[in-house]
T-cell receptor
Framework: GQNIDQPTEMTATEGAIVQINCTYQTSGFNGLFWYQQHAGEAPTFLSYNVLDGLEEKGRFSSFLSRSKGYSYLLLKELQMKDSASYLCAVRPYTGFQKLVFGTGTRLLVSP | DVKVTQSSRYLVKRTGEKVFLECVQDMDHENMFWYRQDPGLGLRLIYFSYDVKMKEKGDIPEGYSVSREKKERFSLILESASTNQTSMYLC??????????????FGPGTRLTVL
């Protein structure tokens, strides 16, 4: 089976750092994606990890540990516009481009 | 920029009606996907297609069918809409499987209400 767990909701303050965790148990593994989704809008791609380690992209970084089935998304210097849902998705080895999504973490950034 | 468009942002239908949701992408992507998104359940894959006239069932295909007659267009069909199909429907597309880093690009979604 496929199982992806994320916290349902997190809150943080503008300018702070927040880490959103994702753990997964899937039939295979061929990459992990993070998406951002603002309310009422389409998910947009943030990051991709397939090897262990940290991928940095501006204020956002994503980390992967395949042996632990664990990833996190790190958001630095939080801005109000970062208030959104963050979706973790795994591409199992089988099913090529098919993705399995977690339920998403809703992040609320306050002034 | 990749553009994925969906025919309607909001749709209200009655139980038993046949419903068509259309999705068009303009980047010559081979793969196209239909998801539904519900609170607490996340994005769930209904059907996907990796080529014209090809389709594969996703995790929740019951009550749905799809059609892909042209590469750029992928249609989701609810043969007889039911109230439990009230949801946000998202279409996505991506390049071929050879590109492992390829992400999926999503349309704006159609919020369907079945009364």
């Amino acid at each position: 089976g496929q199982n992806i767990d994320q916290p349902t909701e997190m809150t943080a303050t503008e300018g702070a750092i927040v880490q959103i965790n994702c753990t997964y148990q899937t039939s295979g593994f061929n990459g992990l994606f993070w998406y951002q989704q603002h309310a009422g809008e389409a998910p947009t791609f943030l990051s991709y990890n397939v090897l262990d380690g940290l991928e940095e992209k501006g204020r956002f970084s994503s980390f992967l540990s395949r042996s632990k089935g664990y990833s996190y998304l790190l958001l630095k210097e939080l801005q109000m516009k970062d208030s959104a849902s963050y979706l973790c998705a795994v591409r199992p080895y089988t099913g090529f481009q098919k993705l399995v999504f977690g339920t998403g973490t809703r992040l609320l950034v306050s002034p | 920029d990749v553009k994925v468009t969906q025919s309607s942002r909001y749709l209200v239908k009655r139980t038993g009606e046949k419903v068509f949701l259309e999705c068009v992408q303009d980047m010559d992507h081979e793969n196209m996907f239909w998801y539904r998104q519900d609170p607490g359940l996340g994005l769930r894959l209904i059907y996907f297609s990796y080529d014209v006239k090809m389709k594969e069932k996703g995790d929740i295909p019951e009550g749905y069918s799809v059609s892909r007659e042209k590469k750029e267009r992928f249609s989701l069909i609810l043969e007889s809409a039911s109230t439990n199909q009230t949801s946000m429907y998202l279409c996505a597309s991506s390049l071929a499987l050879a590109h492992s880093t390829d992400t999926q690009y999503f349309g704006p979604g159609t919020r369907l209400t079945v009364l």
